[in-house]
């Protein structure tokens, strides 16, 4: 009977590690796959910017605006 219980208990503790490892990999697989779905569904608007090459320090222009 003791064992029994032994072995039980060595069952139990690969059992809930294997299901931890793959609760993990859901919620990895699931934010990866909701980053690209937002990444290709969203459009973000213009953003006001200089059209010209600024001469003051920290004043930048897009490189090819869409806008």
């Not at 072995?7 to 690209?36: C, D, E, Q, S």
Request: with cysteine; proline share 4%; hydrophobic share 45%.
């Amino acid at each position: 009977m003791d064992d029994a219980d032994e072995t039980k208990k060595r069952l139990k503790w690969p059992f809930w590690i294997v299901v931890l490892i793959l609760a993990g990999l859901g919620v990895l697989i699931g934010a990866n796959a909701h980053m690209v779905y937002v990444s290709v569904a969203s459009q973000p608007d213009c953003v006001a910017h200089t059209k010209q090459l600024g001469k003051l320090p920290g004043q930048y222009r897009a490189a090819k605006s869409a806008c």
